[in-house]
Nanobody, 126 residues
């Protein structure tokens, strides 16, 4: 059974940085393309970032380009989301997702992600 566990969320001030982690168990990590999504309060879930199986290619939502960076460490079965220059509008529950089949290029366009974590709260104060 596949499990995704996020960590690293918290309360920060505008301009601060935060790094989220998501560890995958139950199936070889390299079989998944990985992604991060977020759901701001009262809004729909939105795409944040995705990374290919090998880690060679990354994709980002327009609102986080240049500020966030996704990476993966196969030795730790973990995907990371480095978030810099955080703003109050980045406040959301952040979820990681794993997909063994669909190209992460489509993560922000179509239904994507067979497995999901429970989410971690990120709150940015002004």
């Amino acid at each position: 059974q596949v499990h995704l566990v996020e960590s690293g969320g918290g309360l920060v001030q505008a301009g601060d940085s935060l790094k989220l982690s998501c560890t995958v168990t139950g199936r070889p990590f390299e079989t998944f393309a990985m992604g991060w999504f977020r759901q701001p309060p009262g809004k729909e879930r939105e795409f944040v970032a995705a990374i290919t199986w090998s880690g060679s290619t990354t994709y980002y939502g327009d609102s986080v380009k240049g500020r966030f960076a996704i990476s993966r460490d196969a030795s730790r079965n973990t995907v990371f989301l480095q978030m810099n220059s955080l703003q109050p509008e980045d406040t959301a529950v952040y979820y990681c997702a794993a997909d063994p089949r669909r190209d992460p290029f489509y993560a922000g366009r179509y239904d994507w992600g067979d497995y999901w974590g429970q989410g971690t709260q990120v709150t940015v104060s002004s």
